[in-house]
């Protein structure tokens, strides 16, 4: 019996495999692993948005709010993250100082909110935890219960000036900063802060951290220009 050779089919079938083969190493070639930005946004532990300032010969406040872990450890491994929205008060005055705890009232956008702030009880300031993601837009007051005759009110306002990079814009250049440490590792965990002297609001800085599983570290310091001012060597 004579076997019939189907041209037709066989061409086919060719330029099926062909084709197939073609899509694959393009795929390969166009769909590279993520880059080093991209692989910080994935594994992001903790983004500070913005910190807000004031302060008098009473006391220094600080206002910031993003997202952080809700287990927070840096082990390397980022997990679930939650927003918050933190008030700090360094105190330089010693009735205030003296106390374990200070009663105020913080008002976001024209609402009220009673709060009581806790003595850090590692260190010499007091704060609290709204839990919540506060818009880095928001008019934030904050008054403070000195005495029972005395309350000090404060305008926070932003520490970075008009203009200054985004906390987006502060990780994306540190990554590329250290983009080889990053690709290589891969297993880290990322952390961005926007931090101020304690005594001046003129002097605020980006501070990025990336955590490894192995208990390395890496940090870029970045000023509101984004210009780096620091790093790991």
């Known amino acids: 019996m004579k076997l019939k050779f189907n041209k037709k089919k066989f061409f086919i079938s060719l330029v099926a495999i062909l084709g197939a083969g073609a899509l694959t190493w393009y795929g390969l070639t166009k769909y590279k692993r993520p880059d ?7 594994n992001l ?28 450890k840096m082990d390397g491994v ?3 993250t939650k927003p918050y929205a933190v008030v700090s008060i360094e105190p330089t005055n010693e009735v205030l100082a003296s106390k374990t705890e200070i009663a105020g009232t913080i008002t976001i956008n024209a609402v009220p909110e009673e709060i009581i702030l806790i003595k850090n009880p590692y260190g010499t300031n007091f704060a609290i935890d709204l839990e919540k993601l506060i818009e880095d837009t928001s008019d934030i007051q904050l008054s403070l219960k000195i005495d029972p005759e005395t309350t000090i009110d404060y305008e926070l306002t932003n520490a970075m000036p008009e ?12 990554t590329k900063e250290l983009e080889k440490k990053i690709i290589d590792t891969q297993k880290l965990e990322a952390y961005i802060k ?6 001046s609001a003129d002097s605020p800085f ?11 570290t890496f940090f870029v310091v970045i000023d509101p220009n984004g210009n780096i001012i620091g790093k790991t060597e």
């Open 36 to 42: 080093s930005y991209q692989i910080a946004l994935d």
């Open 206 to 216: 980006w501070y990025v951290t990336f955590a490894t599983t192995s208990g390395e």
């Open 163 to 174: 203009g200054s990079i985004t906390w987006e814009k502060a990780l994306e250049t540190a």
């Open 194 to 199: 926007v931090l101020c002297d304690k005594a």
């Open 78 to 80: 980022a997990t679930t």
């Open 45 to 72: 532990a903790e983004a500070r948005f913005y910190l807000k300032t004031a302060s008098n010969e009473i006391a220094s406040i600080q206002f910031y709010s993003g997202m952080r872990e809700e287990t927070y």
